[in-house]
């Protein structure tokens, strides 16, 4: 668990899971980046998020059959379809939805 929680990679991954679940061209990288960083204090907040955060994070490695971030949006997609029902996949939908659209940025 520790080789993943709340790391560098994990920042960048979770970077790239909501540029592939939120895409939008336009969009500089700021919002995604702050976004993620929102993810991971609100994990360094909760023992149950902390370890659901990174058995997702794990998931989606095993999932991409390697690391996410090397996925094109279409097949990074379709990993995400397949936990998108998952509470780690819920945490991250609602906390991006609250916090990228309300960026200055967007």
Known sequence: MNATELTDEARSVLIRVIRVAFPHPSFPDGPYERTADTILREAE????????????????????????????????????????TTEFFGFIRRTTVLNLYDNEDV
């Open 45 to 84: 907040n909760s023992t149950w998020f902390r370890v659901a955060l990174t058995q997702g994070l794990l998931t989606l490695s095993n999932l991409a059959g390697g690391d996410f971030r090397d996925l094109n949006d279409e097949d990074g997609t379709k990993v995400l379809r397949r936990i998108e």
